[in-house]
């Protein structure tokens, strides 16, 4: 098992910035990669980015140019610092585990993998 713990989200207005935090603990091993996942009222909940133990990384169009991912592979800990935040960047965004099974870490979500409970990101004027 692996427990997530999220914090940094709130609000901000638009052009403003913002930085999220997930700490994970348990069986770190068990990790293939790590990121976000965001979802708005109303609509699926879709990948905002992901990083590997290894450093590689994915980010969805959407944010590309004004999200970095980074992680502190000592504190078991990933970072999204969120720049230039528009209104449409408004969700709650889940911290995500890609749990390590030999099929890679860029795919679509399975039930063996692990979620963080959510933390709100409100980008309003």
Not at 68 to 83: C, F, G, H
Request: positive net charge; glycine residues 12%.
């Amino acid at each position: 098992q692996v427990q997530l713990v999220e914090s940094g989200g709130g609000l901000v207005q638009p052009g403003g910035s913002l930085r999220l935090s997930c700490a994970a603990s348990g069986s770190i091993f068990s990790i293939a990669a790590m990121g976000w996942y965001r979802q708005a009222p109303g609509k699926d909940r879709d990948v905002v980015a992901l990083i590997t133990t290894d450093g590689n990384t994915y980010y969805a169009n959407s944010v590309k140019g004004r999200f970095t991912i980074s992680r502190d592979n000592a504190k078991n800990t990933v970072y999204l610092q969120m720049n230039s935040l528009k209104p449409e960047d408004t969700a709650v965004y889940h911290c995500y585990v890609t749990r390590r099974d030999g099929t890679g870490w860029l795919r679509l979500p399975k039930d063996s993998d692990y979620w963080g409970q959510g933390t709100q990101v409100t980008v309003s004027s």
